[in-house]
């Protein structure tokens, strides 16, 4: 159930619903919109039609709407207004700027960041990414660098303008990752580890959610709902591809789901093109139509020599394919409306 309060309704108004809302042992989200402020109620009331008619006679309220979808509070219905989610450097998901993260799969060396970090700052990205914990499919990959790799990280970030996107995979280890960057990533292995997600929506730092590797639309939300219910409402939606019955690629990078996704909620979505392909040639073409579709953003592989990357180097970008990539995301991005960020200036 989402309770509207009037546009003028004053603090006290709010005060005495939010109230009623503990009384009857609900959970309230308020969301103060730029208009007015909306707060979602969820729990198992008793007696819905009751609940609707007590809240609508409230003060300052006008109008309470049931919410039949299994997702509530990250669900258009809502909130009308779609969600920006910022970081540090001035980066924003789901405004006008898009959000480019380019990086590693892994983070390997301090080197090997570093000659990343300055290329893509220098070709337009806006967030470094770079694995330091790996979700491997056998035991016997490269692991990741672990805290280590996370200095290297907020580092090479740091010395180029950058904010840090990276991979958390355990619950004990959500304090450690926030601590080093700006964006905790929910891997698609982990988007129903309801442990992980309960964690994340403790954290005090936005999560990039990735759908999961054979995940519906509909529980993809349902793991946002989760992280979003249990507190924390700065929530970035990724998809990268599902699994399909054809091993040409990687994976079946689902575009649609962008322009869908933005219809069925207010989280900002962008595309992985990477994982979403698994092939060097399809990274470009997907990136273009990714922002052509309305993607809020994209995350990209980069590793200055691929075939020596620790993983995932056939869909790996040059540092040369990337500064090819953001010229030509440059032209797609203005004929949608939408802008690149400005190429930080070279390091000293
Ligand atoms: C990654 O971004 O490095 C990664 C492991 O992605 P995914 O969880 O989408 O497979
Ligand atoms: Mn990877």
């Not at 159930?1 to 042992?25: D, F, G, N, S």
């Not at 672990?146 to 995979?169: I, M, P, Q, S």
């Not at 990039?208 to 409402?233: C, D, P, S």
């Amino acid at each position: 159930m989402i309770i509207v309060m009037r546009p003028q309704a004053a603090e006290t108004e709010l005060a005495a619903v939010t109230a009623l809302i503990a009384a009857l042992e609900l959970t309230a989200h308020v969301s103060k919109g730029a208009e007015r402020t909306i707060v979602g109620v969820v729990g198992a009331p008793a007696d819905k039609e009751t609940l609707l008619a007590q809240f609508a006679q409230l003060d300052g309220v006008e109008s309470v709407v049931p919410i039949s979808r299994s997702y509530k509070l990250v669900s258009r219905e809502a909130r009308r207004e779609r969600t920006v989610v910022r970081l540090p450097q001035g980066v924003s998901f789901g405004g006008e700027t898009l959000a480019i993260c380019a990086g590693p799969c892994s983070v390997e060396s301090r080197e090997q960041l570093e000659t990343t970090a300055a290329a893509v700052a220098r070709a337009g990205a806006n967030v470094l990414r770079g694995g330091a914990f790996k979700p491997r499919t056998s035991p016997y990959a490269f692991q990741g660098l672990g805290e280590e790799g996370l200095k290297y990280l907020r580092e090479a970030a740091d010395r180029n303008g950058l904010a840090v996107v990276t991979e958390v995979l355990d619950t004990r280890d959500v304090e450690l990752v926030a601590r080093y960057s700006d964006l905790l990533q929910i891997g698609a292995r982990n988007m129903q580890n309801f442990a992980l997600l309960r964690e994340a929506g403790g954290a005090r730092k936005p999560v990039l959610l990735k759908r999961g590797i054979a995940a519906t639309i509909e529980e993809w939300l349902m793991a946002a709902e989760y992280v979003y219910a249990a507190g924390n409402h700065e929530v970035v939606l990724c998809e990268r591809g599902i699994r399909s019955y054809d091993p040409q690629t990687r994976n079946l990078l689902d575009l649609a789901a962008v322009p869908l996704v933005q219809g069925l909620s207010h989280l900002p979505v962008i595309v992985d093109p990477s994982h979403g392909t698994g092939i060097r040639a399809l990274v470009a073409p997907m990136s273009l139509a990714a922002v052509a579709a309305g993607a809020d953003g994209l995350i990209v592989e980069v590793h200055p020599n691929p075939a020596a990357a620790f993983s995932d180097g056939p869909q790996s970008l040059t540092l040369p394919n990337f500064a090819e990539l953001t010229a030509r995301l440059r032209v797609v991005a203005a004929a949608v409306g939408r802008s690149l960020p400005e190429p930080a200036a070279a390091a000293v």
